[in-house]
């Protein structure tokens, strides 16, 4: 654990520079701030919440000088004590660091009045090490023998920002749509990677749940002010990307062309390096093409966005499936460099009941359920089916596929899951809203098999459930209850109870290990156990409701891929991960806290307007219908900018960053 020299954390001042006994803040984990990368110590650690010395020899003003440039940078200019005040502090303490006359009375004064009067949090807690520093250290703000090899890291922070896998500047992206930039807002989540106009349509919010707007009334409704950007700017196609020159001479090959693999291609584009993207189908989109409905997601939108990684030179290969029409040893063969893996889990299970035949007509996975409903609403035509349908799951694929089925039916449509309804792992809005288009829900029932009559599925037997007295971990299970048995009449079983990769896409020759599931094992630079070959998304982990199964998640590590290979031809290493590294330390060590918001009005948040029940039947349109411009400026203003800043000096310079 490293020793902790003087600082001050939460008003409480520690000071060890002459005591035996050392005092230090007892709730924080100060094992974490021991080292930065490998080898290289935490000298200083500045935050909202104060500051934290831990070397003798490090300059507390030249740590306070690069906090505070970080800081006029990220001043929005709105309010004047903040646009002015930060650049007033910048400039006061790089003339304390080269020894120059400073007067600290009004430097305090300065930072008292951000913190008082700034409109967000960049003002109003950016300032908290310096207002402590002057407060209880003065003496160390004196001109210091600087050893002048330091490293320096800065990051802009937020509760939403740090929920959010790809770590979206949240707050700077609503700004420029309370400014009427809608591109510049675009181009806030085009950094990060190229599915905005998706990701507003079908991410699940983890940005919201760590929403501070939810103390006062509701969170924000960031997942639609994401959408409205996109649909101002990506999907009409005015917000276009230049060319990215090749600037590199190793070629990149991704395979799949879902979200994880788009966004890898997408950001090793904008490095310079020539990437070839085979995609077994013959379209981009992988699952969030072929296993979200139009009704959730049209697939216009998908078309521009994938056209965005075209644009940047990306070339696409369709109808090129791994283990049938090439192997990875192919790939090296044709002079790839590097292979980045991201064929997700494209093949759907069925219920095991006892005598099952999946070649019955009316008895299908889920998967091909979904893909071939697409397939049909593709070629312009809304697809129909006859009489009543059960579909058995309880995660978003089953909800997909009943919601499917109501639009194409004009019988009854059931939902067979084995658990509660609270133990459903579907998003509870796709749950309220299948129930809103009449599903039927049978909660705490289970199949048992498929009732035939002529050679034809008549009806699904099911057996009611019951829950089990909890385990260690807390968890229930479920057990049938004997003689419960009871039959749906359906003409259709659809089987929504997961999906699995192909184990024909992988052989040995191509020297990647598999997990007992067939998954891919990788690391936590998504490399696989062959050099130069990496993977992501379902098909390294199994398809989750929580987890690389979601869209954000699958694309961060999509992003984290292309890192780990730019480091890999560059310098045959992992990469040092700086923000991961900086959200570990915010994430173990509780940084952001959970401070009471005071003194915001309540502001009611935005509803959308949306198809009424009624008007889906026998239709696939978008059931959300997005904001108007009035009401993304009225939810834009709702945002409290709750940003902190978090800056960290090392001993020797951070890889990949300059101080």
Known sequence: MPQLIYGVWDHVVYDNRGSAIPTYPKELPLELFDEFNEGNPMEIFLSNRGFLVFSRTASLAWALWKHHERLAAESCG??????????????????????GEVNWEEVRDVTEQ???????????????????????????????????????YSVTTSPCIEACPSHVNVPRYIDYLLDGHNDLAAGVVLNHYPLAGSCGRV??????????????????????????????????????????????????????????????????????????????????????????????LPKNVLLQENELVKQMGGMFFFKQ??????????????????????????????LGMEGEDSSLPGYENGIDFLEKVHDVLENGVTPTMEGDVVVVGGGNVAMDCCRSAVRMTRGKVHLVYRRTEADAPADREEIVEAMREGVEFHFLSGQDSLVMENGKIAGLRCVAMQQTEPDESGRRGVTPIPGSEFVIPCDHVIAAIGQKSDPAMLVKEDGIALDRKNCIIVDEYQATSRPGVFAGGDGTTGPRTKGPSVLIHGMAQGSIGAQAIVSYLEYGKPPFLARERISQLIRQADLLGDDPVCGQEKKSRVKLNELAPADRAGNFKE?????????????????????????VVTRAPIPGFKA
Not at 129 to 151: K, T, V, W
Not at 321 to 350: E, M
Not at 623 to 647: D, F, H, N, P, T
Request: charged share 25%.
């Open 78 to 99: 709105k309010c004047s004590p903040c646009r002015a005040g930060s650049h007033i502090l910048a400039q006061e303490l790089e003339k304390a660091c080269h020894g």
């Open 321 to 350: 499936k791994l283990g049938r029409d090439f192997h990875i040893n192919d790939l090296f063969d044709r002079g790839y460099k590097a292979v980045f893996i991201a064929t997700g889990c494209p093949l759907g299970g069925y």
């Open 203 to 296: 991410c699940v919010r983890y940005c919201e749940k760590a929403c501070r707007r939810a103390q006062v009334d509701s969170p924000i409704d960031i997942k639609n002010l994401k959408r409205f950007a996109a649909d101002k700017t990506i999907v009409p196609g005015i917000l276009k990307p230049e060319p990215c020159p090749t600037t590199k001479n190793k070629r990149v090959a991704v395979i799949g062309a879902g979200p994880v693999g788009v966004t890898c291609a997408y950001q090793l584009l904008e490095t310079g390096y020539p990437v070839d993207i085979y995609e077994a189908h013959d379209k981009a989109g992988g699952m969030v093409r072929y296993g979200i409905p139009f009704y959730r």
């Open 623 to 647: 059931v959300e219908l997005g904001m108007s411009q009035e009401e993304a400026w009225q939810e834009a203003k709702r945002c409290m900018r709750c940003y902190r800043i978090m800056s």
């Open 114 to 152: 951000m913190h008082e009067t700034s409109m967000c949090g960049v003002g109003r807690t950016g300032t908290t090490p310096l207002f402590e520093a002057i407060s209880h250290f003065p003496d160390e703000l004196r001109p210091f023998p600087f050893h002048g090899n330091a490293g320096f």
